[in-house]
């Protein structure tokens, strides 16, 4: 059974930071790709940021470029996304996804995700 489980999320004031977690059980993240999505009420599903962990690759959404950072410890099956520069468009629940097949910001490519952790941005 795979399981991610987020943590991290909060509520912060427009400039702040938070970093989210995404630990995995049954999985190892060695062998694909892990990214995280978010969705606004009223939204679709948007990719915010992926790693492809063998490799360390990394891609971001032109929305986060240069604010977010998604980071890996294979010891502790963890991805991180720390965000800084926070806006309040930002505010939206934080998904991790693990597992893709295609295009790291395609949503349905994604075979396992989390329950989610919710960002509120206030300004």
């Known amino acids: 059974l795979v399981e991610l489980v987020e943590s991290g999320g909060g509520s912060v004031q427009a400039g702040g930071s938070l970093r989210l977690s995404c630990t995995a059980s049954?999985?190892?993240?060695?062998?694909?790709?892990i990214a995280w999505f978010r969705q606004a009420p009223g939204k679709e599903r948007e990719g915010v940021a992926a790693?492809?962990?063998?490799?360390?690759?990394?891609f971001y959404a032109d929305t986060v470029q240069g604010r977010f950072t998604i980071s890996q410890d294979n010891a502790k099956n963890t991805v991180y996304l720390q965000m800084n520069s926070l806006k309040p468009e930002d505010t939206a629940m934080y998904y991790c996804?693990?597992?893709?097949?295609?295009?790291?910001?395609?949503?349905?490519?994604?075979?396992?995700w989390g329950q989610g952790t919710q960002v509120a941005v206030s300004s």
């Open positions: 996804a693990a597992g893709c097949d295609g295009s790291w910001y395609v949503a349905a490519g994604y075979m396992y």
């Open positions: 049954g999985y190892s993240f060695r062998t694909n790709c």
């Open positions: 790693i492809y962990t063998a490799a360390g690759s990394t």
